[in-house]
């Protein structure tokens, strides 16, 4: 099974650069470009949060469109740029809606059962997994007991060293999250964004991997007390090689400028 991860696009419309810096359109345009002209196609492509940057219905509308474009399927969750009533209406078929209305998933269609994790928290940088999510979680997890799963979410369970970033983890649910995981036993993986930089870390005994963004990256420094900066390092998304029993194999690819 082949899987695309794709992170933090932060797409934005109109003329304006994030950060006065990045035309996140035109590095989703390429990304969708860039899938498309993939030689072996993925099964699914995963969208592990950040999908717009102000979280307006037209963005939400534009990236749905692109990636309907590519016949494929898809699944999201939120990051904490991104909005879940718009996205429930832009987005209802790639994702998901529990009872206390976060946006969790769980598909089962392939041989690998997906689980997307909402871990927003709107209105603020960093993530947590409540008690609704994770009793949500433990469910899936139960009803899933005989099968390997995958987990997607956007804030990842770890402490990179990161300091900035880190303050805007996942600031709550991760113990209990790993005592989940490990317990199931058969987690094969936990993919996640928000960092906007390749790390691989673990969690419950599962391998957990962080794609960069494929619109752009965040400079790697270990240094106390310096606010996050961006780098000058390449768009890239990641692809996933898995199959059950097997362990994940996950590669890192640059989103390529287009020849004319």
């Given amino acids: 099974m082949l899987i695309a991860q794709i992170t933090d696009s932060h797409l934005l419309l109109g003329d304006g650069k994030l950060a006065g810096r990045f035309d996140t359109k035109a590095s ?19 969208f592990s949060g950040d999908l717009g940057e102000d979280a307006t219905l ?12 590519l016949g494929l399927t898809v699944l999201a969750v939120p ?10 209406e832009a987005l209802a078929d790639f994702v998901g809606n529990t009872d206390s209305g976060h946006l969790c998933l ?18 603020a940088p960093h993530g947590e997994l409540c008690q609704a999510r994770l009793n949500w ?15 997607f979410m956007h804030h990842p369970p770890l402490t990179t060293g990161l300091r ?11 113990e209990r999250l790993a005592r989940l995981v490990e317990a199931h036993g058969k987690v ?25 963004s ?27 090689l898995i199959e059950p029993g097997t362990p994940m194999l996950s590669h890192v690819v640059p989103v390529l400028y287009q020849r004319p």
């Fill in 28 to 46: 989703f345009d390429r990304l969708m470009a860039n899938l498309a002209k993939q030689l072996v196609q993925p099964d699914i492509v995963l």
């Fill in 58 to 69: 037209e963005e939400y509308q534009y990236v749905g469109a692109a990636l309907s474009k």
């Fill in 79 to 88: 990051g904490n740029h991104d909005a879940r009533a718009p996205m429930r």
């Fill in 106 to 123: 769980c598909d089962s269609r392939f041989p690998i059962t997906i689980i997307g994790l909402d871990t927003l928290v709107e209105g």
């Fill in 137 to 151: 979680l433990e469910d899936a997890l139960a009803r899933q007991r005989q099968n390997d799963v995958l987990i």
């Fill in 164 to 174: 900035d970033m880190d303050s805007m983890g996942l600031l709550e649910g991760r």
């Fill in 188 to 212: 094969r993986g936990i993919l996640c964004g928000h960092m906007h930089r390749a790390i691989i870390g673990s969690c419950g005994g599962a391998p957990v991997f962080v794609s960069p």
């Fill in 214 to 240: 494929s619109s752009h990256q965040i400079t790697f420094d270990l240094r106390d007390n310096q606010p996050y900066s961006f780098s000058d390092e390449p768009a890239q998304f990641a692809m996933h």
